[in-house]
Nanobody, 122 residues
Framework: QVQLVESGGGLVQAGGSLRLSCAASGTIFRINAMGWYRQAPGNQRELVAT????????NYADSVKGRFTISRDNAANSVYLQMNSLKPEDTAVYYC???????????????WGQGTQVTVSS
């Protein structure tokens, strides 16, 4: 009922930058929050950053604070992740997540994109 499409991943050298984008579409009454998670091979999926759509309140993993910035465009149902000073340990598949009201009473929190690969070479 809700589709998330990510873009912007790729290969970059350590110290470089990438910007990820995610657009939500489908049955959307209101988006409460959007976020980015990542999963490296052999690891569990972990939170990178989240942002609420109403207040813009953000939350970051300690490992990315000061290097990554999450932002949103409510009119476009989109969220972005600006990643600077990338490190090899940032290498992972990055997934977009959305907390969506598809009606006043029905809330979906498990909408995920297909993922986009970010590879940081040393």
């Amino acid at each position: 009922q809700v589709q998330l499409v990510e873009s912007g991943g790729g290969l970059v050298q350590a110290g470089g930058s990438l910007r990820l984008s995610c657009a939500a579409s489908g049955t959307i009454f209101r988006i409460n929050a959007m976020g980015w998670y990542r999963q490296a091979p052999g690891n569990q999926r972990e939170l990178v950053a989240t942002i609420t759509t109403s207040t813009g309140r953000t939350n970051y993993a300690d490992s990315v604070k000061g290097r990554f910035t999450i932002s949103r465009d409510n009119a476009a149902n989109s969220v972005y992740l600006q990643m600077n000073s990338l490190k090899p340990e940032d290498t992972a598949v990055y997934y977009c997540n959305a907390d969506v009201q598809i009606s006043k009473l029905i809330r979906l929190t498990d909408s995920w994109g297909q993922g986009t690969q970010v590879t940081v070479s040393s």
